[in-house]
T-cell receptor, first 114, second 111 residues
Framework: DGGITQSPKYLFRKEGQNVTLSCEQN?????MYWYRQDPGQGLRLIYY???????QKGDIAEGYSVSREKKESFPLTVTSAQKNPTAFYLC?????????????FGDGTRLSIL | QQQVKQSPQSLIVQKGGISIINCAYE??????FPWYQQFPGKGPALLIA?????SEKKEGRFTISFNKSAKQFSLHIMDSQPGDSATYFC??????????FGDGTTLTVKP
């Protein structure tokens, strides 16, 4: 089945620790996205990548980092600089161009502070 | 800066009733308007989408109405069922697939 796989489903972070969330897609999509979802605030864009080895900051990039070394993989690192990391993190992908294509989402990673 | 405003925040409808969720946007560069459905603990999934050159699109019990001049679009769920209980997000897409999302509407359909 084609789709997006996020792991782990649940993740706990200690103070001062960096953690990495995995996102893998087998849809052959060029573009990939990371969103943060908090209750009542919808989805906010953290980072996005439209092509391998290139990525751009979204609306709330501070305290996060990404890499895009392979087309199918777009891992997100939540650094210790992110002071309020507790949230539901969603990875998505789409073909990028043309615009009239939906985003396909994984089932998310819930990150909590220990 | 909120570019897509969604209302209401929550909605309770009786089984068989009509659920209506509204969204308004400001940026006329948006050129694709999808609606997503999200169940607890899952990622959003595409429900229905429309382009701005169309005023209405219907798929089964789900209809999008689009008013380009007013910069508004809405989702209508006819004959609402308890299984439709979920959170619904409108979105507007531009710039090679990047989307801006509304804040979501939590729909509860009572049996």
């Amino acid at each position: 089945d084609g789709g997006i796989t996020q792991s782990p489903k649940y993740l706990f972070r200690k103070e001062g620790q960096n953690v990495t969330l995995s996102c893998e897609q087998n849809l052959n999509h060029d573009a990939m996205y990371w969103y943060r979802q908090d209750p009542g605030q919808g989805l906010r864009l953290i980072y996005y990548s439209q092509i391998v080895n290139d990525f751009q900051k979204g609306d709330i990039a501070e305290g996060y980092s990404v890499s895009r070394e392979k087309k199918e993989s777009f891992p997100l690192t939540v650094t210790s600089a992110q002071k309020n990391p507790t949230a539901f993190y969603l990875c998505a992908s789409n073909v990028g161009n043309p615009n009239n294509q939906p985003q396909h989402f994984g089932d998310g990673t819930r990150l909590s502070i220990l | 800066q909120q570019q897509v405003k969604q209302s209401p925040q929550s909605l309770i409808v009786q089984k068989g009733g009509i659920s209506i969720i509204n969204c308004a946007y400001e940026n006329t560069a948006f050129d694709y308007f999808p609606w997503y459905q999200q169940f607890p603990g899952k990622g959003p999934a595409l429900l229905i989408a429309i382009r701005p050159d169309v005023s209405e699109k219907k798929e089964g019990r789900f209809t999008i109405s689009f008013n380009k001049s007013a910069k508004q679009f809405s989702l209508h769920i006819m004959d609402s069922q308890p299984g439709d209980s979920a959170t619904y997000f409108c979105a507007a897409t531009y710039n090679a697939g990047k989307s801006t999302f509304g804040d979501g509407t939590t729909l509860t359909v009572k049996p």
